[in-house]
């Protein structure tokens, strides 16, 4: 309940992804979206700061609180798609942030699994806001383990990275590390290689990941291929390959998939990597496809100055919605 | 000028490109004129664009050097080839900020639109510097009231560059005059004609009213992923055609954050959309070529950016539109 009913600025009232309702997972019914933050960045090992990204990922989402105000149509500019924002607000909850433990990867990886699997036991769509990309691994591992329980089959995983992660430990961090995160989903066998799919790398990758990545039935396309073919033709393969003999696919993006210039608060920046743009035509369709699960990692808002700017933020924000926003339309919740 | 000045980029007063700092009665037919609207209240988020005229004025403040330093020679456009060099008569002065009143918006109004008019009378071309995307209607306003005075019943044509449509009847908690409605504002100024009112670069969502009511206005609106697939110069001349079909002038309102905000961080309202710098600046280029008689160029905001390149770079971009004003300039051989 507001302090005050009436209109109040955006940058007023209570921070929650795009000013969502907040919730508990019992409320999720199939159709809705469980958005949830995870502060963790202890996989990571460079600059300490993904964890604050789901609050700046909340702050930054204000300019969007046009998506669940009361009563609006909203219109998509290239597209004039429009959106009925009522609709968008009774089926997206901003669940909190999860009880994050930094000293302890199997508490920590517990409740990402716990977390994922109630959220798509329930029919409902996970949204993670990281946090460091190590996180998907759980979270994949969660969304699996409900649909083995509702008698479905595998998942896929569509994963977006400057890099392949399939490291398989690092002589610091161990096996808990960012790098490992697509070698993790393969080793536990999570996810057959055949439906694993890598977009975005570019630049210099460890020899050993690029060999395994060649010698396994898996599909990488680097973004330089993404620049030549086109994003509607590259996701189209993606969810094609990800998706066969799957009944669903999780889509992780390591946000240091986009080019420095775009996006340069992260502690991986590569400056050969996709637009912004990109990734904004990418999110529709691949909400066209079975994807029934998402998480957005990598971002650090205490990286440089432009932690003012919030280009990184306000990307992913944007990103999520056009997923969310298409994945409503599609199931005929717009009228 | 002290000896000093003329050789250090952070000594002296702080005006545009080191121009001669000027009272509006000193402005003179032909005079490219530099009057800042240091006004940020109507801006619905992040505050800070009423520091935009100082930030600008201090970024161009390095390229004022480069100028002094090249003498006669002048200096060279790389992109171009051409060579731009100082007239005998100085065509660039800055009459410093209009009087602003950040607790009534309506006495803003009239201090920006009153400088704006004043220096349209005697024949500058107006250069505004935001301030909120808001100071675009004052400044539109004291355009068109002057330009009765050069044409019996003239009709203006206006280009709008921007990320956002700034088309908004009303706002919740703004009402109508804020940094959200201000082309809507300028729609309904007599002079102005709807259907030559042109928007360049508008990304993500807007409210369905808007853009329902360009549509019938029958105005015309290019989003950043045109601009991407078009081509930045094919854009420009088409937006040029419209706004100019059957008008005697355009008006020009400039809003940064038409640019990617990963290239131009200096600004409050984010927004990813690819346009890079050297885009606007192919833009403004070509539209030095259409009968624009006052511009404006907001929403600079140089807190959010302590590298100080975005205000470095609106020199750059201004320059693109009003250096033939202001240079004579001799083509690439």
Redo the contacts between chains.
């Keep these: 309940m507001p302090i005050r009913r009436g209109p109040i600025p955006k940058t007023g009232g209570l921070m929650t992804f795009i000013g969502a309702p907040t919730g508990v997972i019992d409320e999720l019914s199939p159709g809705m979206f469980g958005v949830f933050g995870v502060p963790y960045d202890v996989s990571s090992p460079d600059q300490i700061g993904p964890r604050v990204a789901p609050r700046a990922y909340r702050e930054t989402s204000t300019y969007f609180q046009m998506m669940t105000a009361r009563d609006a149509t909203l219109v998509e500019i290239n597209s004039r798609l429009t959106t009925d924002t009522n609709v968008v607000r009774n089926l997206v909850r901003d669940l909190g942030d999860l009880p994050v433990s930094h000293v302890d990867w199997d508490i920590m990886s517990s409740t990402l699994r716990n977390t994922a699997h109630d959220i798509a036991s329930r029919g409902a769509t996970p949204v993670a806001l990281g946090g460091d990309h190590f996180i998907t691994y759980p979270l994949v591992q969660g969304c699996l383990q409900a649909l083995r329980e509702s008698g479905e089959g595998s998942v896929g995983y569509i994963q977006f990275s400057s890099r392949l992660d399939l490291g398989a430990r690092d002589p610091v961090w161990g096996d808990v590390w960012r790098g490992a995160t697509a070698r993790r989903l393969l080793d536990s066998e999570t996810v057959c290689p055949e439906n694993m799919v890598f977009i975005g790398a570019n630049g210099y990758v460890p020899l050993e990941q690029w060999q395994m990545a060649e010698r396994l039935p898996s599909t990488v396309i680097t973004a330089e291929q993404v620049r030549t073919r086109g994003i509607p033709d590259v996701i189209s393969e993606a969810l094609h390959r990800a998706s066969h003999n799957c009944s669903a696919v999780f889509v992780g993006i390591d946000i240091d998939v986009m080019d420095g210039g775009y996006v340069a608060m992260t502690g991986t920046p590569r400056f050969d990597g996709l637009r912004n743009v990109d990734l904004f035509e990418a999110m529709p369709l691949l909400a066209r496809g079975p994807v029934g699960g998402i998480s957005l990692c990598g971002l650090n808002p205490l990286i440089e100055t432009m932690s003012l700017v919030k280009t990184g933020q306000r990307c992913g924000v944007e990103m999520l919605i056009r997923f969310i926003d298409e994945k409503i339309r599609l199931a005929g919740s717009y009228k | 000028m002290s000896d000093q000045a003329r050789q250090l980029e952070d000594i002296g007063a702080s005006t545009f490109l080191g121009s001669p700092h000027v009272a509006l009665d000193k402005v003179e037919r032909g005079m490219v004129v530099i009057g800042g609207a240091p006004h940020d209240s109507t801006h619905?988020?992040?505050f800070g664009t009423r520091m935009g005229p100082r930030g600008i004025r201090d970024g161009s403040l390095p390229l004022a050097q480069r100028i002094r330093d090249s003498g006669p020679d002048g200096i060279l456009d790389l992109a171009s080839g051409d060579r731009l060099t100082l007239p005998d008569s100085n065509r660039l002065v800055d009459v410093g900020d209009y009087n602003v009143y950040p607790s009534d918006v309506m006495k803003s109004t009239e201090g920006i639109a009153g400088g704006v008019e004043e220096v349209v009378k005697r024949g500058g071309f107006s250069v505004c510097l935001g301030g909120d995307h808001y100071v675009g209607y004052p400044s539109c306003l004291g355009y068109t009231r002057a330009v009765t005075e050069l044409s019996p019943r003239p009709k203006i044509g206006y280009i709008h560059i921007d990320g956002h449509?700034d088309f908004r009847d009303d706002t919740?908690?703004?009402g109508k005059y804020n940094h959200g409605t201000n082309a809507r504002r300028i729609s309904e100024l007599d002079l102005v004609s709807p259907s030559n009112m042109v928007w360049i670069g508008?990304?993500?969502?807007?409210?369905?009213e808007p853009?329902s009511a360009i549509d019938s206005n029958n105005g015309l609106?290019f989003?950043?992923?045109?601009v991407?697939r078009i081509g930045p110069e094919e854009v420009a001349r088409q937006a040029g055609e419209r706004a100019s079909a059957g008008c005697d002038f355009i008006y020009m309102s400039v809003d940064i954050d038409f640019i990617?905000?990963?290239?131009f961080?200096a600004t409050g309202?984010?927004v990813?959309?690819?346009i890079t710098p050297d885009i606007m600046a192919a833009i403004l280029r070509i539209l030095s070529g259409y009968p624009i008689g006052a511009m404006d160029f907001v929403e600079v905001s140089p807190r959010?950016?302590?590298?100080g390149r975005s205000m470095i770079m609106s020199t750059d971009l201004l320059l693109a539109h009003v250096a033939p004003r202001i240079f004579n300039i001799t083509p690439s051989p």
């Design positions: 619905t988020s992040r449509l919740p908690v703004w508008i990304q993500g969502w807007s409210d369905e853009v609106i989003t950043a992923a045109d991407l990617d905000t990963g290239f961080p309202s984010v990813n959309d690819a959010i950016d302590p590298s």
